[in-house]
């Protein structure tokens, strides 16, 4: 590829989710910013479309074994947002984490992965059998 082909614009539109309005929001954008956006009615969709092309992130939520459980799951999320290209790692790392019960709400199953300064805590309270 030529250094002017990442001069490129590309452009892309989203739905904005920030308010219910939903607005249609259509932008160009290179590699490293975003260089015209059309549709946002407010500012904070502007900010919706500029970190998602730019940065996306989810809030994770998943499930993890437990073992000796009342259950055989607990659900888990992240206690922040998550950078998109990780996402399917940190899930590959949960579908093979196994805790041991009792588990409660808030409890961290997961500390810091990637070091990316999130954690996945339990979303349900799983008692230990009897």
Do not use: W
Not at 6 to 17: A, G, H, P
Not at 52 to 58: F, I, M, S, Y
Not at 115 to 124: E, H, Q, S, V, Y
């Amino acid at each position: 590829m030529s250094e002017l082909s990442s001069f490129k614009s590309k452009e892309k539109t989203l739905v904005c989710i920030k308010c219910p309005i939903g607005c249609d929001i259509t932008g160009r954008f290179n590699s490293n910013e975003v260089t015209c956006i059309e549709g946002a009615l407010c500012q904070r969709g502007k900010e919706f479309f500029v970190k998602e092309v730019t940065d996306p992130k989810r809030i994770l939520i998943h499930h993890i074994k437990v073992n000796n459980g009342e259950i055989p799951l607990v659900s888990v999320r992240s206690d922040h947002e998550v950078p998109q290209k990780y996402i399917f790692d940190l899930i590959n790392i949960l579908n093979e984490k196994e805790v041991e019960a009792p588990v409660y709400i808030g409890d961290t199953m997961l500390y810091n992965p990637f070091r990316l300064g999130i954690n996945i805590i339990a979303t349900k309270t799983v008692e230990k059998l009897k």
